[in-house]
């Protein structure tokens, strides 16, 4: 394993790792949420640097691959109207919908483009009046202000040839769901720091609460993700769950105030389906009332299209860290990151692929014990 | 891709009425939006979010932070074309 600074050298991470050794009596299950984590996590090998007893499982912190299969229909149903020019992020373009993906409807003529910011598609519709741009705006809350400042300047502007097409999640409603799961493992959860530089972590502290379940918000460079585990294990030998702050010197507890204030204007929330977990309550953001006229959805009356991800696809209880991607027997053989078959291998970020691009395929290792 | 990757401000603009800046990062600068950041100023280090600056921090966080995204290859975001708008005034 290699870090990046001296002063944080392997010496520091094997200091954080000893302390979890002598701290821990009993095996803990802990999670992260954020695919930024996962991703550095099983590049550093963190997870094999702890003691046995501590097992990360890998949540569903990666909203490219819990953007629904209807969803991804929906996009590519409009993408294919020659009045549209249809923006995206670039990681959502190879995701596979029912039939196809928006990098093959590209080179089968359709106006796909990739935009950096959704601000960008505020200039394609200035520079292309005859057209209707669309933007597929995916995101956890850290990308919600950027989505929701597009739409609060197109009608600031007046700009009327732009819509986007909503499928945001949030984080706090998808760990009560993990919670609730009468399967769940889970007893601690590292927190994703990028997306409390948004929000926070007041919500985090009623779920703490409520759960009893220790939350420490992490970063996800290698060492925050050591030092958020020690915190979290320190937590759980001693019986306490409340939320900790590790990432203290990007995350304040009330968040990006301004930010806030302009999600909350553009925004509301409503029920939102996840990939691989189906319907959470009150897990996603729409367009308010008053935003009627940038809603893709209603723009375009694409009809509810009914999809079936493949019976052999585990990435479901993968997102809850009730299996992980060895228990598949897919994993690395029919679904890889070029053909993928399910939601944890059409990203970078979720946790079938990160086992993979760091070749967990090849070398055999143990399933999950509930295996 | 929720990550932010930071940079520094090189100069503040408006453009269409929001408060912008040229960020570098790396060899790179693109423009990002300062409306959630009002106080950053020029010199200031931001984390960059999908072109919006969504938090400040001070320059040894913000080399080694990228540094660690670089190794990550969680930079890739910054390779998408920039569509880049002059600032107001001189509209194309
Ligand atoms: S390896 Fe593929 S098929 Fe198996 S759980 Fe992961 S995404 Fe689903």
Redesign the pocket.
Known sequence: MRFVDEYRSGRVAANVVREIRRLQTRPWVIMEVCGGQTHSIVKHGLDRLLPDGIELVHGPGCPVCVTSLEMIDKAHAIAMRSDVIFTSFGDMLRVPGSETDLFSLRSRGADVRIVYTPLDCLKIARANRDKKIVFFAVGFETTAPANAMAVWQAAREGVKNFSILVSHVLVPPAIAAILQSPQNRVQGFLGPGHVCTIMGYREYESLSQRYHVPIVITGFEPLDILEGTLLVVRQLESKRAEVENQYARAVERGGNRAAQRLVGEVFEICDRKWRGVGSIPKSGYKLRYEFRDYDAERLFDVKEIDTKE?A????GK?LKGIKK?HD?P??GS??TPQR??????VSAEGA?AAYYAYGRHLNGEAASPTA | MCLGIPGKILDCFAANGLRMATVQFGGITRQACLQYVPDAQIGDYVVVHVGFAISKLDEEEASRTYRLLEEIGQLLELETPAVDDPPDGEEK
């Open positions: 493949p052999v696809c585990i990435s993968i991607p598949c897919a994993f029919a679904c993928p078959l399910g939601a944890t291998m079938c």
